[in-house]
């Protein structure tokens, strides 16, 4: 039986403050609304309490984000899909900028299960002026359990409409893409971060950007499997491959810091959740 959820945020600027709204229909709500920065950034947790998707559940998450204000959206653990018995467990996440507007898009990472149908669409539209930082971290099995992705298939939709779009399908049984030397080279956790703009980036400060994850991945033991480029004047994407989620989820740590202070002059806080 399919148990459907839905999620609907809409960020409103009061003053100095970022008001927020939640609205939810179904196991997908707001765990906490926090203001660690002061009024202006609202730190939301999302919570999915039953802990993971399985084949028939729909999640739905639509934020919108109207004119200066500032939205940082987490999870306090990771998306899991799970088994399914044929139909797909989907996963839909679209957000709207106003000109102005700021988001960070930062769940923890997705763990796909053996015999999983998983589907992660997620559809980010910037007006002129919005700009947001965001990451996608995907982990196929648990091979720190021995539990390998023999069997499965994944679909992940990536689009920033005009500037970006991305499709996969990884399936469990494509040994070529997962094991090739032009694919996933053996790894089992894939992690993709970037930082988009609603208006071209200035050449001096993309550069910027890009020097700043450039600096912190030369530190980084992900070094060999990792890289940074600006695929369009409004996106600069870093893509990393790894054989476990810590070292990827500690470099994109470390990159969204870098990215907060040379993009927006503002300190790598990081949400109070992840602390816990």
């Given at each position: 039986m399919s148990w459907p959820g839905c999620l609907n945020l809409h960020y409103t600027r009061d003053g100095?403050?970022?008001?927020?709204?939640?609205?939810?229909?179904?196991?997908?709500?707001?765990?906490?609304?926090?203001?660690?920065?002061g009024p202006g950034i609202?730190?939301?947790?999302?919570?999915?309490?039953p802990g993971g998707i399985?084949?028939?559940?729909?999640?739905?998450?639509?934020?919108?984000?109207e004119e200066r204000t500032h939205a940082l959206i987490t999870t306090p653990g990771a998306t899991r899909y799970y088994r399914s018995a044929g139909a797909a467990a989907v996963q839909q996440v679209r957000a709207r900028l106003a000109d102005g507007a700021r988001l960070e898009w930062l769940p923890m990472e997705t763990i796909a299960y053996r015999d999983c149908i998983a589907v992660n669409r997620m559809h980010f539209d910037l007006s002129a002026g919005a700009e947001m930082i965001g990451w996608d971290l995907l982990a196929l099995g648990l091979?720190?359990?021995?539990?390998?992705?023999?069997?499965?298939?994944y679909e992940q939709h990536l689009e920033l409409p005009g500037v970006w779009l991305e499709q996969a399908r990884i399936s469990a049984d494509d040994?070529?893409?997962?094991?090739?030397?032009?694919?996933w080279a053996g790894h089992r956790v894939l992690g993709t971060m970037w930082f988009a703009t609603g208006t071209g980036l200035e050449?001096?400060?993309?550069?910027?950007?890009?020097e700043a994850a450039r600096d912190v991945l030369e530190t980084s033991p992900l070094v060999d499997s990792a890289g940074v480029s600006a695929t369009h004047d409004?996106?600069?994407?870093?893509?990393?491959?790894?054989?476990?989620?810590?070292?990827?989820?500690?470099?994109f740590v470390a990159v969204r810091a870098a990215?907060?202070?040379?993009?927006?002059?503002l300190p790598g806080n990081a949400p109070r959740i992840w602390r816990t």
């Open positions: 100095e403050r970022t008001i927020a709204l939640d609205r939810h229909h179904g196991p997908l709500r707001v765990l906490q609304r926090l203001y660690p920065e609202c730190h939301h947790v999302l919570v999915h309490p399985v084949g028939g559940d729909t999640l739905e998450i639509e934020a919108r984000l091979p720190a359990a021995g539990e390998d992705w023999s069997r499965g298939r040994h070529r893409l997962l094991d090739g030397p032009l694919g050449r001096d400060r993309q550069a910027r950007l890009l409004r996106v600069i994407v870093l893509r990393a491959l790894a054989h476990r989620v810590e070292p990827l989820m500690q470099l990215w907060r202070s040379a993009g927006w002059s």
